[in-house]
């Protein structure tokens, strides 16, 4: 049986291990953390969000591909049950002049209705369950899911060992292939060997030498949770503007989410509370309305830090022999680390891509490595 290690135990680690789990491979899957999911696929609530424009560029033809296979692969590990997952539908408005642009675009294409589909303001209030001012776009088969158990489900395969609290400190090749070491919680030292490894441990791929040229940012983001009341229970499908507002889940709402580029730090903070809220402003005044008295320092939230890397374009493939990466997913992980997963897998087979060559030349971390002065 062929071996693997994959680094980092968040939705992209997950989806690769499961990949090529699939494939016969025996893998180990690292995680610094007590637990997966614990970095910026730690949320409470993610959302399926395929935003694109018009155009045929290899981002929006990735993000389109990669909706579709998530859809395919949630159904299959993860399917709809108004708990772990909902298929609510999710409302992407027209709320600005930008918005109201690309999504005047998308609107010269003829579109499959069971993708997404037009709606004006009426129509969207009466999918969402709440007054929108907006209309938008319509994509009846978003929804929200709870990341911590996709990351569960996907790494329950019988092929896959989980090593939890296992920070790699050193990756280097080896006479079998790759060697990772680093050092437990109880300060004991371990090392372990595999043909192959998979890099998914977002921007602190960084701290390994053969990653530290990479273009990776640091983005942190901050969700804020608001808690459900007798107006906000009205609110059925996932309402999207510059931000963004989950129907309940076990009395809670999430809206979110912040950004703030090159910050590593995770502390709640009050500004960036009143920021999800004034947003929410922006793209849904009605549902705001909900939630007309709010104790912000009593409010709930997680902040968590994402990787990114400049056009946006998630960096997946190989680095060097026997080596990959899938990295840099930024707020789409939910939707791109499926099919990245497969993207990899595939690579280390030798199987044809599952994406066309166009858009794989775009994922390939090599030459987007910066250059160095």
């Known amino acids: 049986m062929r071996s693997a290690i994959v680094i980092g135990g968040g939705v992209a680690g997950c989806a690769a291990a499961y990949a090529l789990a699939q494939r016969g491979f025996a893998v180990t899957l690292l995680e610094r953390s007590p637990r ?41 590990v993860l399917p709809v049950d108004g708990v772990s997952r909902a298929q609510c539908g999710l409302l992407q408005l027209a709320c600005n002049a930008v918005e109201q642009k690309r999504i005047a675009r998308l609107a010269e294409r003829a579109w ?25 776009l319509w994509f009846p088969r978003g929804g929200w899911l709870v990341p911590g158990k996709y990351c569960e489900t996907l790494t329950s395969h019988t092929n896959i060992t989980q090593g939890l609290d296992h920070q790699v400190n050193a990756l280097e090749r080896s006479a079998r292939g790759w060697q990772v070491s680093g050092v437990s919680p109880q300060n004991k030292h371990w090392q372990m060997e595999a043909e192959t490894v998979v890099v998914c441990s977002a921007y602190e791929a960084k701290q390994f030498a053969q990653f530290a040229d990479f273009s990776l940012m640091a983005v942190r983001g901050q969700i804020t949770e608001l808690p459900e009341n007798a107006e906000s229970q009205a609110l059925k499908a996932v309402v999207c503007g510059n931000g963004y507002c989950t129907p309940a889940n076990k009395g809670v709402h999430v809206i979110g989410a912040t950004h703030a580029f090159e910050d590593e730090t995770t502390e709640l903070r009050v500004a960036e509370q009143e920021e999800n809220l004034a947003n929410l402003v922006g793209y849904a ?31 997946v493939g190989e680095v060097q022999p026997g080596l990959y990466c899938s990295l840099a997913h930024g707020t789409r992980g939910l939707l791109t680390a499926g099919l990245s997963g497969e993207l990899v897998a595939a690579q280390i087979c030798g199987e044809t891509s599952p994406v066309p060559e166009v858009t794989l030349s775009e994922l390939d971390p090599l030459p987007r490595i910066r250059k160095k002065g």
């Open 112 to 136: 499959p209705e069971e993708f997404m589909r037009f709606v004006d303001a009426k129509q969207a209030s009466q999918l969402a369950g709440v007054e929108m001012t907006f209309g938008g």
């Open 36 to 76: 997966l999911a614990n970095g910026a696929s730690g949320n409470r609530i993610g959302i399926l969000h395929a935003r694109f424009s018009a155009g045929d560029i290899p981002l929006h033809q990735f993000v389109r591909a990669a909706y579709e296979h998530a859809l395919s692969l949630l159904d299959k």
């Open 285 to 315: 005044p009605a549902l705001r309305q909900a939630w007309s008295e709010l104790s912000l320092q009593r409010l709930n939230g997680r902040a968590a830090v994402r990787c990114s890397a400049p056009g946006s374009m998630p960096l």
